[in-house]
Nanobody, 123 residues
Framework: QVQLVMSGGGLVQAGGSLRLSCAAS????????MGWFRQAPGKEREFVAAISWSGGSTYYADSVKGRFTISRDNAKNTVYLRMNSLKPEDTAVYYC????????????????WGQGTQVTVSS
């Protein structure tokens, strides 16, 4: 069992930056691939970024590539999402998620979820 507690998010102007954090409970955090997803009003939840259990591999949606960076600190049981050059279209509720068998771009494949945090980018 893994519990994920998110922090960060908020309101920022276009072009600004935010960092989201996702702290996991449990001693097996380092065995999980971690993902970030987002969901805008009226839209399906979409993949943003993922990182392998070791942190050695990262994956990004085309819409955020070059602007967002996912990282993890297994000693702190925490995964991060650094978001730079934010755009109004990045506005959504962001979620972190854990998967026991490697990363996957489909949110259906993840086992555990954070509570979600609102990110709003004003133009």
């Amino acid at each position: 069992q893994v519990q994920l507690v998110m922090s960060g998010g908020g309101l920022v102007q276009a072009g600004g930056s935010l960092r989201l954090s996702c702290a996991a409970s449990g001693r097996t955090f380092s065995s999980y691939a971690m993902g970030w997803f987002r969901q805008a009003p009226g839209k399906e939840r979409e993949f943003v970024a993922a990182i392998s259990w070791s942190g050695g591999s990262t994956y990004y949606a085309d819409s955020v590539k070059g602007r967002f960076t996912i990282s993890r600190d297994n000693a702190k049981n925490t995964v991060y999402l650094r978001m730079n050059s934010l755009k109004p279209e990045d506005t959504a509720v962001y979620y972190c998620a854990a998967r026991n068998w490697g990363w996957d771009p489909s949110y259906h494949e993840y086992d555990y979820w954070g509570q979600g945090t609102q990110v709003t980018v004003s133009s």
